[in-house]
């Protein structure tokens, strides 16, 4: 069966940065909904499209293309006072930017802690990187009318919302 819109594809995937530096490896597959269901990059998806099993796939991904631009306005000081007496530097929060007037929560990540601050950042570890996105197809099937209408992977044994 070759990947098509509202086929449920699996894959196993090495994402490298631009220095080809290995940030990631799953081995264990991953599933997706194809077809513009906001499951994997949209320029992954594209690549994929029409591929069978065992059919390989490499993407290099610009930073709007994967996790945006680095954005230093995303970068916070607070004081030290808000924060739990154990903050630590790789601790995240979820939050509001301070100039936001919209209700989009981010996940900071503590990156600094002095006496009296705490630096925050919101972008994504990987915002501003071009990455390469390497995969091998490793399933391929038609999705439930459920998983479409829902529009995610249902795993075997049920889902969690």
């Known amino acids: ?25 799953v081995e264990e597959q991953i599933s997706y909904l194809h077809g513009g269901y906001d499951g994997i ?15 390989k796939c490499s993407v290099t991904l610009e930073p709007d293309d994967a996790f945006g631009e680095y954005d230093h306005q995303l970068v916070e000081v607070e004081p030290r006072s808000s924060f739990p007496k154990e903050v630590a ?3 995240q929060f979820e939050g509001a930017p301070e100039e936001s007037d ?17 630096t925050v950042d919101g972008n994504h570890p990987l915002a501003g990187k071009t990455l ?4 091998v197809v490793t399933g391929v ?11 995610h992977v249902h795993e075997p044994g049920g889902h969690i919302h």
Not at 14 to 20: I, N, Q
Not at 47 to 52: C, W
Not at 108 to 115: A, I, L
């Open 132 to 135: 390469t996105f390497n995969c």
């Open 141 to 151: 099937r038609p999705a439930s009318a459920e998983e479409l209408e829902h529009g």
């Open 89 to 91: 530097v790789g601790m």
């Open 41 to 55: 990059f949209p320029l992954v998806e594209e690549a994929l499209h029409g591929k069978n099993v065992g059919d």
């Open 1 to 25: 069966m070759k990947i098509a819109k509202d086929t449920i594809v699996s894959l196993s995937y090495e994402l490298f940065d631009s220095t080809g530096e290995l940030l990631e490896r």
């Open 102 to 118: 919209d209700e989009d929560f981010l996940l900071f990540t503590v990156v600094e802690v002095t006496d009296d601050e705490v």
